[in-house]
């Protein structure tokens, strides 16, 4: 068995053993990373020096408390658990926020949104995709999903890789795609303003996270263009690091800006050991051991990304956002009582509970954003789109502005004030199919410490206040009255400005009623 990759030799065999020849590797990953080689540092030059480098590094399920960074009051039993010292190091360098939300429960709604700056209400793509004109939704009694935008994001659509390309930027996208569906044209990453992809198609999970099973199990799933890694002792995480690295010093040699969507599939099931960090985790029952090696592997990865910006000498003039679309897997698939590996929080992925959508974020940018810092605000996954648009110094087109609903969060990054508006909103008229505690079709809106669910299905509501009771264990609706019907009507003038879809009555085909009476 191998032992964990060290991380300067790690970095050192990229550059020397994989980079050059990465496309036909003569040797497997663990073994070329094992042996010592010399390296090079170059530095920003030309172009490299006047436009910031951008990093967004998307973890796939990645739970609030899935690190060993602390995003609670206190260090939780989870947090101990977990190996995560690169996600660690980011945060030295940046600010960490602790009440950070993806833009939906399940990825593709907070994929997209990450790209187009706008809300799955907006947008209607609110649920996960997978093949062409395919309704993905599980049956939930009484209701019927709206017609949803089924295939994704699409060509013509308005991308942040897109504006980030015609302003200079060579845009990258490594690893899980899920934006467009199966047989679309968006099922392309490069349809969507990516000059490159490596790896990423219309499905949502790996065949296999082992290349000595080639990525593959001769199904939808099956991770495309990654031949030269086939039958080799490397994990897929391990095998994306590797391209990335590669394609960022490709674009420091060619002084060109880039902008990385680094996209690794972990820590997406099947749940799947990585040997090389399994003695770390030998007090943990067999799946929970698995869960944290795929952690572990995912933060190696953000690591030799951090070391590669490092040696081309580009950290300085690099923006790195690091953040997960949806909360950790808690329904099924793993040891332990279901609706608990995000505790304190409730619930998890596909809930409209805290479990399924806070999320951890940390972001870094050297000379704007105090190291250390930390921040309370609640921000959502829609705000990447128009903070790198301003952080790069790209312009929106007017004609997406009014479908805009991120904010731009480079004032609070710098240390001023937080963005406006304060209202946080969710919109998932889909079941996932997993029976657990929020898991339905529902609407939510956070204002300040209150959050507002509302649930499809009866149109009943519960109301919570996040300062004190982030578990959401005590339902205040009935106490508080006057605030459920202001946020009601809120939420209701939210989703109709937004132009979301509603369910619909099984019986009637109707819409159900907008929450809130105004």
């Not at 209202?423 to 300040?448: D, K, M, N, T």
């Not at 009507?489 to 809130?516: M, V």
């Amino acid at each position: 068995m191998f032992q964990p990759f060290d991380q300067p030799t790690f970095m050192t065999c990229l550059k020397s053993k994989l980079i050059g020849s990465l496309r036909i590797p003569s040797l497997a990953f663990a073994v070329a990373c094992l042996q010592g080689c010399s390296t090079t540092t170059a530095a920003p030059i030309g172009l490299q020096a006047q436009k910031p480098n951008v990093v967004v590094f998307l973890v796939d399920d990645l739970g609030w408390q899935d690190l060993s960074l602390a995003l609670h009051s206190s260090v939780t039993p989870f947090n101990k658990r977990y190996r995560t010292p690169h996600v660690e190091r980011l945060a030295a360098r940046g600010m960490t926020f602790t009440q950070a939300y993806a833009s939906a429960p399940v990825c593709t709604p907070t994929r997209t949104s990450l790209l187009t700056g706008s809300s799955p209400a907006r947008n209607h793509i609110t649920y996960w995709i997978l093949r062409e004109n395919q309704d993905t939704s599980a049956p939930w009694p009484g209701l019927l999903p709206p017609d949803w935008n089924v295939n994704g994001l699409q060509p013509g659509s308005v991308t942040l890789p897109e504006l980030l390309k015609e302003s200079g930027y060579r845009t990258l996208h490594v690893g899980k795609a899920h934006l467009g569906a199966v047989m679309t044209a968006g099922a392309d990453p490069r349809a969507l303003g990516f000059d490159v992809n490596i790896a990423g198609h219309g499905a949502g999970a790996p065949a296999s996270y082992l290349g000595t099973e080639s990525f593959a199990r001769d199904s939808v799933w099956d991770v495309p263009g990654l031949e030269a890694w086939h039958d080799k002792d490397v994990f897929l995480t391990e095998a994306l690091a590797a391209e990335a690295c590669e394609a960022i010093r490709q674009c420091v040699e060619d002084d060109v800006p880039f902008f990385l969507h680094m996209a690794p599939y972990a820590v997406h099931t099947p749940i799947t050991t990585n040997e090389r960090y399994l003695g770390h985790y030998a007090d943990l029952p067999a799946r929970e051991a698995a869960y944290a090696s795929m952690i572990e592997t995912v933060d190696a990865a953000l690591g030799a990304l951090l070391e590669q910006l490092d040696e081309l000498g580009v950290t300085e003039n690099t923006l790195v956002v690091f953040t997960s679309d949806n909360g950790g897997l808690s329904a099924h698939g793993r040891d332990g009582d279901p609706h608990t590996h995000n505790a304190p929080l409730r619930s998890g992925k596909g809930s409209a509970y805290e479990g399924g959508i806070r999320v951890p974020a940390v972001i870094a940018w050297p000379g704007h954003i105090a190291p250390g810092s930390r921040s309370d605000v609640p921000i959502i996954t829609h705000d990447i789109f128009p903070t790198v648009l301003a952080a790069t110094g790209t312009k929106v087109p007017e004609s997406h502005i009014p479908n805009m609903d991120g904010r731009d969060l480079t004032l609070l990054l710098e240390g001023g004030q937080a963005p406006t508006p304060t209202e946080l909103l969710w919109h998932q008229p889909h079941y996932w199919g997993v029976s657990g505690p929020g898991i339905e079709p529902f609407s939510a809106l956070r204002s300040g410490d209150w959050k507002l669910i509302h649930w499809h299905a009866n149109g009943s509501m519960q109301l919570y206040n996040l300062a004190i009771d982030p578990g959401e264990s005590q339902d205040l609706a009935l106490e508080h009255p006057d605030v459920v019907n202001r946020l009601a009507n809120r939420l209701g003038e939210s989703l109709r400005d937004a132009g979301a879809q509603r369910s619909r009555n099984e019986t009637t085909l109707e819409p159900i009623p907008w929450p809130g009476t105004s």
